[in-house]
């Protein structure tokens, strides 16, 4: 299935902003997150098709999911 | 017509009363000068500080920002920004809430940071800055750490509540007591090039979006820092959703995250 991940500030930097690829049935945003190398603590938002998911969401052929770092100074 | 709008009235010149006159005004009628800040806006005149608010900002609007009361919590980086314009806005009374003194690492990027003021309390420093700006605005000032403790005595009365936080945990009982008391929040959060905006009307929860899978209090400003232009950048917006919220102006920023990359010169908007 082809999925595409959508990187957004820091998480840019070093890796590919946007990439469509295949990946096998039943890979998770978990997946995505651990082959890019990003630490859990430093996420923030993450979306499915521009809906809030949790790491451990399946992936459908199409998806494009967009991953966040936490921000959280004032 | 009483005898101070008779004499605020004689003296208007253009629709305008210059602050010269609102002072004198004042020590005549035996006012504060906001109580004669709100009989110019009441009589449609202008005090003349504001003209140059022309149409954006009506008169009736200059008197409910007037009448409001906002409660920023945190006064570092968003909150200087934040303050210095709601008082130059009008905003009759801001609650200024943090624990902290100045150091020498806030000078880069917090707009009330002097060299001169280190170890000065941030509220202190505040309540002296807007005596500057605005004499019509009271500053309240609260030397302590919002918590789910003191929060609901610290919010009482508020019109908007601004987060000017700098971690997660306290964010999200924030936003929570904002859910329970029905008030709006209007959040920001910064790190790096990077920055976040989203208002919580009442009704709403924008808990989700406040915090992440790893449960961290901090975010990756720990790793970025924060450069002098994001807190203005993000401040600047908080600012004025929280005019339009008091004003009821303009398209809600209900359910919507802003999204910001100054480095790539990106601004995306989520839907929450």
């Given amino acids: 299935m082809q999925v595409t991940v959508k990187l957004f500030a820091s998480f840019r930097t070093g890796r590919t902003p946007v990439e469509t690829r295949d990946y096998p049935a039943g890979t998770t945003v978990a997946d995505l997150v651990a082959e890019r190398e990003i630490p859990v603590a430093e996420i923030g938002i993450m979306l499915v098709n521009c809906r809030h998911v949790q790491l451990e969401c399946g992936l459908a052929d199409g ?10 100074g004032g | ?14 629709g305008q009363v210059g602050a010269g006159c609102q002072m004198d005004a004042s020590l005549h009628f035996d006012l504060t000068f906001a109580e004669v800040e709100a009989a110019i806006l009441e009589l449609g005149l202008c005090p003349a500080r504001y003209q140059r608010n022309r149409q954006t900002i009506s008169c009736a609007g200059q008197l409910t920002l007037l009448r409001s009361k906002v409660v920023v919590i945190g006064c570092g980086g968003l909150g200087g920004y934040i303050i210095e314009e709601l008082a130059r806005l009008g905003v009759g009374r801001i609650d200024a809430i943090d ?7 806030n000078l880069n990027r917090q707009l009330l940071a002097t060299f001169a003021n280190q170890g000065e309390y941030k509220v202190s420093a505040a309540a002296r800055r807007v005596a500057e700006l605005n004499p019509a605005v009271q500053l309240v000032p609260h030397r302590t750490a919002f918590s789910a403790a003191n929060g609901r005595e610290l919010l009482t009365g508020a019109t908007v509540v601004v987060d000017a ?14 859910r329970e008391l029905g008030l709006p929040l209007v959040h920001g959060a910064i790190a790096g090039w990077y920055g976040q905006l989203a208002t919580q009307l009442p009704g709403e929860d924008i ?8 449960a961290a209090g901090k975010g990756v400003e720990t790793r ?15 600012a004025a959703e929280t005019c339009k919220v008091i004003l009821g102006q303009g398209t809600s920023p209900a359910g919507r995250m802003l999204v910001l990359n100054l480095l790539d010169m990106e601004f995306e908007e989520i839907r929450l």
């Fill in chain 1, 63 to 72: 998806d494009i999911v967009a991953i966040f770092p936490l921000l959280g």
């Fill in chain 2, 1 to 14: 017509m009483s005898p101070l709008k008779a004499y605020l009235t004689g003296h208007a010149v253009d």
């Fill in chain 2, 99 to 105: 624990p902290d003194v100045f150091e020498e690492h």
């Fill in chain 2, 165 to 178: 936080l700098d971690n997660m945990t306290t964010r999200l009982e924030l936003a929570a007591l904002c």
């Fill in chain 2, 207 to 214: 808990s989700a979006f406040l915090s992440g899978p790893g």
């Fill in chain 2, 224 to 238: 970025l820092g924060n450069p002098a232009f994001t807190p203005a950048v993000v401040a600047s917006l908080q």
